[in-house]
């Protein structure tokens, strides 16, 4: 079935650091590609997407590249903010009637100033 | 534009109390609606999923139901709420047919005591 697994959290930075969170999926065909991020007591954002294999997804920032020969579409910014704290999730939805999004398990991130 | 909107915010119930939480999504037609739930530092775990009127598929055997009277509106329900049942309770909507991303509203905070 389809999957999407990304990387245990939490996460713990300090301000201006590089941001890595990995995000590996499972599913037939071409999926679409979707990072969301989730502020405290708040809905889930979207914060990028991809359709299709070697698009980049970009926004604040944040970029991810839809790979189809790793499966893979990490998270990645050059410098986080203390704003940048938040939960983010890796998602994949495929092109059915039912349209059914799939998340991955979220990452929790900390930024130190 | 398009907005959807989810109430109450926050909500506090008894155990063996009904419950009903309601999404009403404006700005758009046939929308695919679904609600999820955020347990305590978890993932998010799809529910129930709509693409029509009176058209519910459930994902999980459980202590709720969902109904869709009309077009843009979606609700949870419970008949008598289980402790097991609090959490963090998502609506969200996505265009009929097109494999983009989907919106959500700002959630749902619920405590069963």
């Known amino acids: 079935g389809n999957s999407v697994t990304q990387m245990e959290g939490p996460v713990t930075l300090s301000e201006e650091a590089f941001l890595t969170i990995n995000c590996t999926y499972t599913a037939t065909g071409y999926p679409s590609l979707f990072w969301y991020v989730q502020y405290p007591g708040e809905g889930l954002q979207l914060l990028l997407k991809?359709?299709?294999?070697?698009d980049k997804g970009s926004n604040k920032g944040f970029e991810a590249t839809y790979r189809k020969e790793t499966t893979s579409f990490h998270l990645e910014k050059g410098s986080v903010q203390v704003s940048d704290s938040a939960v983010y999730f890796c998602a994949l939805s495929r092109r059915s009637s039912a349209s059914k999004i799939i998340f991955g398990s979220g990452t929790r991130l900390s930024i130190r100033p | 534009s398009q907005t959807i909107h989810q109430w109450p915010a926050t909500l506090v119930q008894p155990v063996g109390s009904p419950l009903s939480l309601e999404c009403t999504v404006e700005g758009t037609s046939n929308p695919n609606l679904y609600w999820y739930r955020q347990a305590a530092g978890r993932g998010l775990q799809l529910l129930f999923y709509s693409v029509g009127i009176g058209q519910i598929s459930s994902e999980v055997p459980q202590n709720l139901s969902a109904s869709r009277p009309q077009d843009r509106q979606f609700i949870l329900s419970s008949k008598k709420l289980l402790l097991s049942d609090s959490g963090f309770y998502l609506c969200?909507?996505?265009?009929?047919?097109?494999?983009?991303?989907?919106?959500f509203g700002q959630g749902t905070r619920l405590t069963v005591v």
């Open positions: 991809a359709t299709k294999a070697d």
């Open positions: 969200a909507w996505r265009a009929r047919g097109a494999n983009t991303e989907a919106f």
